[in-house]
């Protein structure tokens, strides 16, 4: 590595930055993970989803104005309503969206280009980019560990990599080269190995997993990417109106591919404190182990190391069967043999041939300013549970074919109906006719909770007309 040195001085006190990467679409494991909600937002493990998980670890570091997100249109609202439930003082000002996904190259220079123009962040301030669906068992070890980046970073670009426990052939691997006190210089990155190849990686001891986690300030940044991926430096000499109209021109690239593996600036911390990237169900069972859970729900008889997840808590029995993952949610089950993992995603570009709806949405639906559950759907009714956020409202409509009871369980509902104001109360209901103008606001400091029957001879989620303002969330 040329010109790499051991810095003289820690790096001078001053303000960090993290950005949470949040636009994949964790398809490795459907059906929990839909493109309307991806496995970031879904709770794999204990009370919190991965993205509040990830918020929380920042927080430790740095204050909630400092940490922002990176995702597209569809999960904007998924990113603010998640922190929301834990930061309520959170502002969408926080969360910027790419025009278009292209990777993490350019979702890293995006970030880069807002932190820059927008927020004004020194250039030499550290800022942490973190996938925001990783799983991390010891939350000390590992602010420990950015805590040792930010005071060694200088003029680097940073990486953190991973202990290997077995010849995983899953990740990608960095090659460790010139030690130093703290780091090692990163001398190569490796593609996904098979498993000749990983083994040898584990035997040397020479080599990490890369957890695609990184760390460098805005100088640096601008500094690499003008040697070895001109396309992103140039834009981001625009105007950030421009940058952001030129987005979809960048090339689709990783920021391995677009620096890592090229540039002679790049260093490794090795992070062991019980990291998994939950990039399947077999790494979500191991999880599940090492977390002591058993499922109550799952009782077998002759049957061993079996791993049951059911998102609505039914009973799952097996009889004579071992090394086998059961995953049930609302609309689709999924039973794969241990260790097959990764061909889950070979089971959704099957389903995406068969043009199967359960791919993209499932019967829990996530909207700027509402989820929703069907609880019951027949060609002549159906049934939901509809939970709608603090201040939020369903914009002025209407329906063509269908009419719709509205029993409010918990929170207060103000309605309009036809011109006609009133506020319902736990236990409450109104009856909205096939055709009326209906509005509906909570207007309380909690969500508010009700069920939903709807009756006619076409139910569909398009059978809605919109008046002043269709059906955006008002605040």
Avoid at 8 to 33: I, K, N
Avoid at 57 to 74: A, C, G, K, S, Y
Avoid at 324 to 331: F, Q, R, T
Avoid at 373 to 383: A, G, H, M, N, R
């Amino acid at each position: 590595m040329n010109d790499l040195k051991a810095p003289t001085a820690s790096m001078d006190e001053q303000a960090m930055y993290g950005v949470v990467l949040c636009g994949g679409s964790g398809t490795r494991l459907w059906p929990l993970s839909r493109k309307n909600f991806p496995k970031q937002f879904l709770n794999l493990y204990g009370d919190k989803s991965l993205v509040q998980a990830t918020y929380l670890r920042l927080r430790r570091l740095m204050p909630e104005e400092q940490i922002f997100f990176v995702t597209n249109e569809d999960n904007l609202f998924n990113v603010i309503n998640q922190v929301r439930e834990i930061a309520p003082g959170f502002s969408e000002e926080q969360v910027i969206v790419e025009p278009e996904s292209r990777n993490t190259a350019p979702a890293i220079a995006c970030a880069v280009k807002y932190l820059s123009d927008k927020v004004g962040a020194d250039k030499d301030s550290p800022i942490f980019f973190l996938p925001a669906d990783h799983y991390i068992a010891d939350e000390d070890g590992f602010v420990g560990i950015l805590k040792k980046v930010a005071e060694h970073i200088n003029g680097f670009i940073a990486t953190i990599g991973i202990g290997p426990k077995r010849p995983e052939t899953g990740y990608g691997y960095i090659k460790k080269g010139q030690a130093f006190a703290s780091y090692w210089q990163a001398a190569e990155f490796r593609e996904k190995p098979d498993r000749v190849t990983a083994e040898e990686y584990l035997r040397t001891g020479q080599y990490l997993w890369n957890s695609g986690m990184y760390a460098f300030t805005i100088h640096a940044f601008l500094r690499e990417t003008k040697v070895h991926a001109p396309e992103i430096y140039q834009a981001l000499q625009k105007k950030l109106p421009d940058f952001i109209a030129e987005f979809g021109k960048l090339p689709n690239i990783s920021i391995d591919y677009a620096i890592s593996e090229k540039s002679d600036q790049i260093i490794v911390f090795a992070g062991d404190f019980g990291w998994s990237d939950i990039g399947s169900f077999d790494s979500l069972a191991e999880i599940s182990a090492e977390r002591g859970g058993e499922n109550p729900r799952h009782v077998g008889v002759h049957s061993k190391n079996v791993f049951v997840r059911s998102t609505n808590d039914v009973l799952v029995t097996t009889v004579g069967i071992e090394d086998v993952i059961v995953v049930e949610n609302n609309d689709g089950i999924l039973i794969q043999k241990m260790g097959m993992g990764e061909s889950v995603k070979d089971l959704v570009a099957c389903l995406r041939e068969k043009n199967m709806k359960e791919l993209e949405h499932q019967l829990l639906v996530h909207q700027p300013w509402e989820k929703y559950e069907v609880l019951i759907d027949t060609p002549t009714y159906k049934v939901k549970k509809i939970t709608v956020y603090p201040g939020a409202c369903f914009g002025l409509q209407s329906h063509f074919h269908r009419s719709e009871h509205w029993i409010v369980v918990k929170g207060v509902a103000k309605v309009q109906r036809d011109g006609e104001e009133l506020y319902l109360r736990e236990n409450e209901s109104v009856d909205i006719p096939s055709m009326c103008r209906h509005k509906m606001e909570n207007p309380g400091k909690f969500n508010l909770e009700m069920i939903e029957v709807q009756t006619g001879n076409y139910l569909g989620e398009d059978d809605t007309m919109y008046h002043e303002g269709g059906n955006r969330r008002v605040v």
